[in-house]
């Protein structure tokens, strides 16, 4: 049973995962455009587990304290070129004399025709959402098609004592505006989200924070996972700074820098464990949030650039720490816990290129960086916005690419993994400048 009116960590973890039942097949991992049939899906989320030829884990909710939950409505969303599918569902209990409601949403897939949910995940435009400020405009596109659905849900809403919304990825980023809209009515609303892409832009996090409250919101990621990074500055986490209590960020599982396994699911079931949020939050410490060892070893003073070619998406996340702590001393916002995207779309918007306040070992770092993305050498501190844009466009060329490599992994296995992409937004909001 949920603790203190909150989920734990493997309860909030395993209705993340089950809102990808909906999805039509997913039971039998060859999902498509389309909404699973409700007895599977209730077998699913708190059944036996057993329903469809699927090979993964079970999750369902039996095994939890929430096993005498009620499935209620099944929601549709339409993502991309105007693709509808099944996309989270409702679950209702009861605790301690206290009635819960439960919204799920589900995250990225592939495989639908059209790629329907990465182009959602690609418009990185920023869109109003009410009082908040602008938001992703993806996000906000699918979460207004949601919306009617969930609104059927309106009187279990408002009868509820305690509202958790839940989902990973792109699920993640609708249910924190889902979280943000019913938070709007005054009732308590709690979040939940997994390997979460950032939702609103510039201040919109922190008004967020403050209608749904900032200790109601529990956000867990892994230090790698590629979905966490976009889209760039200036969108920003809710939960951003590294010293946030509810920022749980945890080792990545595999390893590997930048691995899409980073972003699975059944990974972040793994991290988080039988562990409280307590115990999520003391696991996090692991993490080095300001990366100042990485950056101390490649702060070293040497005249061959030939580290930056070591290997694409290795490179990239030894950049994203590198940046994150040199550029320390000039960033506004780097208390957020942004990275090398991030800081390089700030100096451009803020004309910091134009400025002598970098330093000499900032645009030590910019001329390996430009070194790194296949353009001439610059002396000097002679960094025009072109160049940086040309940098800027080669780290995002190497996200989609292994985007792009992850898709083609996906249609060579069998067991599905999650996925999303993003970050057009800098680009286009430097080729502006």
Not at 35 to 50: L, M
Not at 160 to 169: L, T
Request: charged letters at 15%.
């Amino acid at each position: 049973m949920p603790s203190a009116d909150t989920l734990t960590p493997r309860e909030a973890a395993h209705i993340a995962t089950n809102s990808y039942f909906t999805l039509k097949d997913w039971i039998n991992n060859e999902p498509t455009a389309g909404v699973e049939s409700r007895s599977n899906i209730q077998n699913r989320v708190i059944g036996s587990g057993t329903a469809g030829s699927g090979g993964q884990a079970n999750t369902s909710l039996q095994s939890t304290g929430m096993a005498s939950s009620s499935l209620g409505n099944v929601h549709s969303a339409t993502t991309g070129f105007g693709t509808s599918s099944g996309f989270g569902y409702t679950l209702t209990y009861e605790g301690e004399g206290k009635k819960h409601v439960v919204i799920a949403t589900r995250g990225t897939r592939p495989e639908m025709s059209g790629v329907p949910d990465i182009v959602t995940d690609l418009r990185a435009a920023a869109t109003p959402f009410g009082s908040f400020g602008p938001v992703h405009k993806g996000f906000k596109r699918t979460f207004d098609s949601i919306k009617p659905s969930i609104q059927r849900d309106a009187s279990l809403i408002a009868d509820a004592d305690v509202v958790h919304c839940v989902g990973h990825s792109l699920g993640g980023g609708v249910a924190t505006l889902i979280a943000a809209d019913i938070a709007m009515s005054r009732k308590s609303v709690k979040l939940y989200t997994f390997g979460s892409p950032r939702v609103g832009c510039l201040n919109t996090y922190s008004s967020i924070e403050q209608a749904i409250g900032v200790d109601n919101i529990y956000r867990v990621a892994h230090d790698l996972d590629p979905i966490t990074l976009i889209a760039p500055y200036p969108y920003i986490h809710v939960q951003p700074k590294p010293g946030d209590p509810n920022n749980m960020t945890l080792l990545s599982p595999t390893g590997k820098l930048l691995s899409t396994a980073n972003h699975d699911m059944q990974e972040y079931i793994k991290s988080v464990g039988s562990l409280s949020w307590e115990g999520v939050r003391r696991a996090s410490g692991a993490v080095d949030q300001d990366n100042a060892l990485v950056s101390r070893w490649l702060l070293h003073d040497t005249n061959d650039s030939g580290w930056v070619a070591y290997a694409s998406a290795k490179t990239l996340s030894i950049l994203f720490k590198l940046f994150s702590h040199v550029l320390k001393s000039v960033s506004s916002v780097l208390i957020l816990g942004l990275t090398a995207v991030d800081l390089l779309a700030e100096i451009l918007l803020k004309g910091l290129n134009r400025l002598k306040l970098l330093g000499q070992k900032i645009y030590t770092l910019l001329k390996h960086a430009a070194v790194w993305a296949g353009i001439k050498a610059v002396e000097g501190a002679d960094f025009t916005a072109g160049i940086i844009k040309r940098i800027l466009s080669k780290m995002l060329s190497a996200l989609r690419n292994l985007a792009v490599n992850s898709v083609a992994f996906l249609e060579r296995n069998i067991t599905p993994l999650t996925l999303g992409i993003g970050g057009a937004w800098a680009l286009s909001a430097a080729s502006a400048l």
